[in-house]
């Protein structure tokens, strides 16, 4: 089962701990009516691990994503095992506006972010 998103803005930023891709769908008016956040951590007692949060609710770790493919602007992201959180989607399919700005997002903060996972796909 697939989980699709749709979103209009993409950021990207990096913190002490963590590197992070931020998706949002905008009002008109500027305010995030929707938003998809990925995470990755790197822990001293723990390996790297990506994390998802979708509208102030969290899941993931160390296997949560098996891959992701970059194409265009779509970015799928195959799953470990089945997101009971997402009603047991195996992946999840975000596009993207193809704006300069998220390209630009894209760009620096796919690799860094995925790493290893991020896997066949055109970027």
Avoid at 69 to 77: E, Q
Avoid at 109 to 114: K, L, S
Wanted: cysteine-free; aromatic content about 8%.
């Amino acid at each position: 089962m697939t989980a699709s998103r749709q979103y209009d803005t993409v950021a990207f930023d990096v913190r002490d701990n963590a590197t992070m891709l931020f998706f949002a769908k905008t009002s008109e008016e500027g305010e995030i009516k929707d938003y998809l956040l990925l995470m990755r951590t790197v822990e001293d007692d723990f390996d790297q691990s990506i994390y998802i949060e979708i509208n102030e609710q969290q899941f993931g770790g160390h296997d949560l994503i098996r891959e992701a493919a970059l194409t265009g602007n779509v970015l799928t992201l195959r799953l470990h095992e089945p997101a009971e959180s997402l009603g047991g989607a195996t992946e999840i399919v975000l596009t993207y506006a193809e704006t300069m700005d998220n390209q630009e997002s894209m760009e620096a903060g796919a690799f860094r972010v995925f790493g290893d996972t991020l896997v066949g796909g055109n970027a």
